[in-house]
Antibody, heavy 117, light 110 residues
Framework: QIQLVQSGAEVKKPGASVKVSCKAS????????IAWVRQAPGQGLEWMGW????????HYARKFQGRVTLTTDTSTSTAYMEVESLRSDDTALYYC??????????WGQGTLVTVSS | QSALTQPASVSGSPGQSITISCTGT?????????VSWYQQHPGKAPKVLIY???ERPSGISNRFSGSKSGNTASLTISGLQAEDEADYYC??????????FGGGTKLTVL
């Protein structure tokens, strides 16, 4: 069955960086892109960006350009999201999700990133 | 880019129908038939209900239906059931490889 398994919760200080992993299984990794979506506590979903697992092309929401980096490792079917210069308002549950043509069909379990001094 | 606009909350009684709206602009939702809807129960990851405005993935009940007119998309849930109580999010392609979510709507089944 298709699964996206994310790395565990992280606690970071303001200004630090965090890298979240998302290991895919149950499908041919390079055939689908991976989107990243975050959800602050009690808030809605926010689209952060997308990466092609085939050619590594990444596109970022304007808000995250320059501070977020998406990568993939096709040898391990794993996607990564790194956020730099963390601020308290980056505290959120970060989801990776499989892009099936024009929508998301499978989601990871989410990784809670807490930014606190 | 601002989020798509959804009502903060809607409610209905079991068996009734409700509709959740999702409003964008002519630059995003109005320009593309690429609207999807997601259901999220507390503590769970979202689940797709509708894609490409009105298409249902396999396994999704036909009680869920979607439509679009101009800059507004709608999700209708008919025959409301207790398990439909959840948060609902619309999502639309916004051009130039960008996607955007709505602010979310909390559905309460009375």
């Amino acid at each position: 069955q298709i699964q996206l398994v994310q790395s565990g919760a992280e606690v970071k200080k303001p200004g630090a960086s965090v890298k979240v992993s998302c290991k895919a299984s149950g499908y041919t990794f390079i055939n689908y892109g991976i989107a990243w979506v975050r959800q602050a506590p009690g808030q809605g979903l926010e689209w952060m960006g997308w990466i092609s697992s085939y050619n590594h092309y990444a596109h970022y929401a304007r808000k995250f350009q320059g501070r977020v980096t998406l990568t993939t490792d096709t040898s391990t079917s794993t996607a990564y999201m790194e956020v730099e210069s963390l601020r308290s308002d980056d505290t959120a549950l970060y989801y990776c999700a499989r892009n099936y043509t024009n929508y998301i069909d499978f989601w990871g379990q989410g990784t809670l990133v807490t930014v606190s001094s | 880019q601002s989020a798509l606009t959804q009502p903060a909350s809607v409610s209905g009684s079991p068996g009734q129908s409700i509709t959740i709206s999702c409003t964008g602009t002519s630059n995003d939702l109005g320009s593309y038939n690429l609207v999807s809807w997601y259901q999220q129960h507390p503590g769970k990851a979202p689940k797709v209900l509708i894609y490409e405005v009105s298409e249902r993935p396999s396994g999704i009940s036909n009680r869920f239906s979607g439509s679009k007119s101009g800059n507004t998309a709608s999700l209708t849930i008919s025959g409301l059931q207790a398990e439909d109580e959840a948060d609902y999010y619309c999502c639309s392609y916004a051009g130039r490889s960008n996607w955007m979510f709505g602010g979310g709507t909390k559905l309460t089944v009375l």
